[in-house]
């Protein structure tokens, strides 16, 4: 990654918006000076400090996805590094969470080396690694996590595969607490999802197509959740699509439990309504659902169940999704876009306010994996995003970054875009 | 609209452009009622071709490419017939032959069958969706002849005829279908064409195979466990194959247990009005969902459905590829 920028910057006539200090300013400035948000900049730094007017915009951190894949190693025809960040720059993230789900898997310290000396020469943005919770996230034996730990992963997961055996879980969690790891859980019960495809309701049965019920996710959202109350481990439960696994959540919430969740921004803003004409490009793992669960997902997101908005970026290339709507892969490229769609589906939907969409953007997730990000607090390294809430635009695959072929939302009308973005004062994304 | 097929087969195509604009039949959701009953009065037109020896030559220099990669040997056949009545040539592809067992997309696969100089694709997938991705695809005609679960259309439509031909309309006519409605093409492709005709259509089976929600899917519809009640007011019921290759073990115990609760023998036929007819897509699997004394006696028209078949599809056939101007 690129250093820190160490020349001041100065920001200026923002509505400035800093969820993690309750900040919401109608015009005022934010100012850096090596790198970091400082309180303000002396009168010899503020004569030579790079000024940028942000009128009519506004400044917030930069935000934090927990969920995304970066194709490196072992991907590469669908995303790089590279590419990747580049994308998560254009979308206004400054910190990824990377999924261990490489070729070969994050199970070693190895690849988690081989990931990071990727990322210092390529990335445009943090990226944080993860490591497998079991060994090729096959859930059968533990990965090394302590090793796993001292090679810098911030959490542990077994991503899309899950962890089927409830015993597996349990000691998982009991060991990842030793080491302070969070472990992210992909709730998806497979024996109950064998061939499905998508949500189980009146479309998938209109269309067809093998459905993939609730219950398969609500099922393993219940059980990690008493198994967070017998060991006491942290555990945050990955991209919910029904309104039950919500519920559930809120449920282990009241009662103390150390869950956090997140949502993906495409489930706030589509349903399986969207999947009539059997569009690859929307075929998700979770998959989208019904109206009411998107509904049900936005009052989470209010009500804080849910901590964070994710953009659960799975990149394929554009021939491997050029096929029978059955045998295309799951995952949509949405890095680019995230922020956008969550922001038509809760701000321009009358759901919620800016700040609250940006609160599940930046602090929220930084809180729920403890890390050092997501807020405009001086000290705090000065990653940023400039964006236009009104700006209205219809993404075109010309203007993307990232090298795959399957964001979703081409052509889709959305509100509000990222202008720029900055990681340690260095600009990494607009004019 | 009379149609005739004496000489000038170029004022017919201009007749039929009037009433029929879709290159591509890959589902009966995407027809409208107009566009069913214009096929119908056309499939009529056709039922004197299907005599030996008799045959037309409106798709005369036409090469029409069956391209099936699910076994099936009487929707292939009688789209081989169709065709051929019709004065196309054919090619048949079946799965071994295809060389989509060497790696090759559908696209590469049909875009390389189109290069050939081919007219319409006739195209059985076990992918839901398949038939309209290759018809947005390809400017040739694309006809579905059964993709996944999700539709059968000319299967519907040669049912939706044969009961035309019974009744002399389908107005009103109250149908069941029994069997497997879960995994079953032919289910869906009814249900919205006997719906789209006036038809009241009751779905019965087990719970596994005809769940509740089939009521979300298709309001129109009325669902029903128990057997008699399913068929003692019925003026047709559509017995379904039950497809070993499509069922998992959990959605019945066993094909005993459901020949001893669904199965169609001659003591539960006589719970049907006098008049009531039997229907089967076809392949039957006798002693499973339908006993021999009913397959084979005086309410079954499973083999007016076959005979019908042809004539449907020529119909499909001239119609979906008289659409593309040339």
Known sequence: MNPADHSPLWIRGARVIDPSAKRDEAKGDVFALDGLIVEKLSAADQAKARIIDGQGLVVAPGFVDLNCRLGEPGRSARETVRSGTRAAAAGGFTTLVAMPDSLPAADNVGTLQLLREICSRDASVRVLPTGTLTKGHEGKALAPLGSMKKAGVVAVTDTTSGVQNNEIMRRALEYAAMFDLVVLDHCQDSSMTEGAQMHEGAWSLRLGVRGWPRAAEEIVASSDCLLAELTKARIHLQHLSSGGSAEIVRRAKAKKLAVTSEVSALHLLLTDASLANYPTSLKTNPPLREEADRLALIAALIDGTIDAICSDHSPCAATEKDCEFDLAPFGAATLETAFAAAHTAVVAGGHADLALLLARLTCGPAKALGLAAGTLRAGAAADLVLLDPKAAWKPVAADLYSNSGNNPLLGHALTGRIQATFVGARQVHGA | ?326
């Open chain 2, 1 to 326: 609209m009379v149609l005739t097929f004496v000489g000038a087969t170029g004022t017919n195509r201009m007749a039929q452009q009037a009433s029929w604009t879709k290159k591509d039949l890959t589902g009966i959701e995407e027809l409208s009622r107009a566009e069913i009953e214009f096929l119908f009065t056309q499939a009529d037109q056709f039922l004197p071709a299907l005599a030996p020896g008799k045959g037309l030559d409106l798709m005369k220099g036409r090469t029409v490419v069956n391209l099936f990669l699910e076994p099936s040997t009487r929707t292939r056949t009688a789209f081989e017939i169709s065709a051929k009545k019709l004065g196309a040539e054919v090619v048949s592809i079946n799965t071994t032959a295809s060389s989509l067992v060497k790696g090759e997309t559908l696209r590469d696969t049909a875009m390389n069958i189109r290069a050939m100089g081919v007219d319409a694709i006739v195209m059985r997938h076990s992918s839901a969706g398949s038939a309209r991705y290759l018809g947005s695809v390809l400017d040739i005609s694309v006809i579905n002849a059964g993709d996944g679960a999700h539709e059968h259309p000319t299967q519907a439509l040669l049912d939706a005829f044969t009961l035309r031909q019974r009744f002399g309309k389908v107005q009103g006519l109250k149908v069941t279908i029994l069997g497997d409605i879960l995994f079953s093409r032919v289910a869906r492709s009814n249900i919205l064409c006997l719906s789209k005709l006036g038809a009241e259509v009751t779905l019965a089976g087990p719970a596994t195979l005809v769940p509740a929600s089939l009521k979300q899917a298709f309001p129109q519809v009325r669902i029903v466990h128990d057997l008699k009640e399913a068929l003692q007011d019925c003026d047709a019921v559509m017995l379904l194959r039950i497809q070993h290759e499509r069922q998992t073990t959990t959605h019945f115990p066993s094909l005993g247990e459901y020949t001893s609760q669904f199965g169609l023998n001659a003591e539960r036929a006589a719970w049907l009005k006098p008049e009531a007819i039997v229907m089967h897509p076809g392949p039957i699997n006798r002693g499973v969902e339908v006993e021999s004394e009913v397959a084979d006696g005086p309410r079954s028209v499973i083999l007016e459905q076959v005979r019908n078949g042809v004539a449907v599809r020529m119909a499909v056939l001239n119609l979906c590829t008289g659409a593309i101007a040339r």
